[in-house]
């Protein structure tokens, strides 16, 4: 059964976007693992919310200082990965932009080592790869914004 809650941050009420548990797993630190139980969780997306990663109608919670890496979007987070698997920074992509002339994902990924190893299931805390987030930068820095 779904509960009405499933999704929806227990403290700020934003809801989550879909995380895998091997992602929870893998980025809370190793005295919390035993608490990844099930199969479905989320991640709170809100910058100003201490919340990480929650399961179905809010438990486990984990809080941003329970997981071993800064997430990008949230407050406070450094530094800022754009790409967690290769260790590469928003400012390295931007760097790269406004200084080195990228301007494709491909671009990004030649200038800066960015998705050379890719096990984004683990290792960024969406779960997901970070073409999505590369592209952003780009789009960001390129519009002037």
Not at 2 to 20: F, L, T, W, Y
Not at 65 to 94: H, M
Not at 95 to 120: F, P, Q
Request: charged share 20%.
């Amino acid at each position: 059964m779904v509960c009405p809650d499933d999704g929806v941050c227990p403290v700020c009420g934003q809801v989550g976007e879909p995380v895998s548990p091997v992602t929870v797993r893998h980025l809370v630190y190793p005295e919390r693992c035993s608490e990844v139980l099930g199969d479905r969780y989320w991640i709170c997306t809100s910058s100003g919310c201490a919340v990480a990663y929650f399961g179905p109608g809010g438990q486990p919670r984990f809080e941003v200082g329970a997981v071993r890496v800064p997430i990008w979007f949230k407050d406070g987070a450094e530094p800022r990965y754009a790409c967690y698997c290769s260790r590469v920074t928003a400012n390295q992509v931007e760097h790269a932009i406004t200084n080195l002339g990228a301007r494709s994902v491909d671009d990004i990924c030649e200038l800066t080592g960015a998705m050379a190893v890719s096990d984004c299931v683990e290792n960024n805390p969406l779960g997901v790869c970070c073409h999505f987030a590369i592209q952003a930068i780009i789009d960001r820095v390129l519009s002037g914004d």
